[in-house]
């Protein structure tokens, strides 16, 4: 019951979402991410957007960990 | 997505040996436990386990939530729904897949369908409110646990309902809270060293809610994601702390957890709830750890309309260690029922019906250790 996936919006209307998750639609509720758009990620939970996935972030801190993970090897 | 990068067998083998490096350096047993079934699927299936050194041990806490649910609340919704029958009125009761095999003395939800009750496993809380929406002339409960991560879509549906009176959509509320359950498992005498928080739950409460456990009892602790790099980057960020004698609270899960967490949901499941003493299955009353509805939304608990004792039960069949499993003292490897007498088919305890409890997770992967 608790697993949370990341997945696209692909449509909204009101506050219920269509996402995709790899291939596969649902619909999921965004009441609690605010200005989620069509295209964002975000994380989906029992039928619910949880948050926004932020892919930028994302990359930054696997390089930011590269990083430090290569001057420790130093 | 790019974030494929997740997967990177090459990340996850430099992270290794950056685990390998601080073990060495603090060269002394170290234990970390996570609370979150889906970080323990993730250890699991990756093999991680096995993969770590010898002196670096990963234990697994009360990370599932049906686990935990008391089974009296089990036997209680079944009593309202026989209840609700011999006065005249037919419940649609609804509830998550897991929840609804969970074995107690006096049976299952299943076994409550099989006597021709209608019983219905649900996706999401927002498919029951559905469902109530289209048969308005019968009552619909959603038998409601979960943590902060399924609270907040609760609390989501339930501000609707309330807003626009739907009166035949109910819930039976056994939520509860994680970082409680931590702080009683410490008090009980569970030692580790550091600790993986949960993403998802702490992507509601932010690591902002997790704070307090750093300060007030000394333990490192790591807000962490799902991917096996995830998590192997939430244990090297543990170790690191460790071997500098640091006690502090880092964010690994940076490009979905706040600080703040998700402030919109906290306030939602806020307005609706009061924080009160809570029992959970195999691990006793833990204080201020439910959630119960305010006073003045009481008309959506199912129990305001129906009083019920059910019987007093025992907690687990005899020779299940599920409640040393929940509080990370044992492996389900340790429980002599463990893939003899009890599988997922023929579960004994709660920890081997829900995909989120340790021993079906460990069933499920042959256990690889
Ligand atoms: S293997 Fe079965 S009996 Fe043993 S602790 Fe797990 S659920 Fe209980």
Redesign the pocket.
Known sequence: MCLAMPAKVVEIKDNVAIVDFGGIRREARIDFVKDVKVGDYVIVHTGFAIEKLDEKTALESLKAWEEVMKAMEE | MELSIFHDRELAQKILQGIRREAKKIGREVKLMHVCGTHEDTVTRSGIRSLLPENVKVMSGPGCPVCITPAEDIAAMMEIMRKAREEGEEIILTTFGDMYKIPTAVGSFADLKSEGFDVRIVYSIYDSYKIALKEKDKLVVHFSPGFETTTAPAAGILREAIEKEIENFKIYSVHRLTPPAVEALIKQGTVFDGLIDPGHVSTIIGVKGWEYITKEYGVPQVVAGFEPVDFLMGVFMLLRMIRKGEVKIENQYTRVVKYEGNVEAQKAIESLFDIVDAKWRALGVIPKSGLELKEEYKDYEIRTFYKVKPPELPE??K????G??LRGL?L?TQ?????K??TPRN???????SYE????IF?KYGALF
């Not at chain 2, 020779?319 to 599920?322: F, N």
């Not at chain 2, 409890?357 to 079906?360: D, I, K, L, P, V």
């Open positions: 687990l069949e020779g299940c260690i599920c040393a499993v044992a389900p429980c002599p029922l463990f893939g007498k009890c579960p004994v305890g709660p920890c081997m019906v409890g340790t021993c079906q069933y």
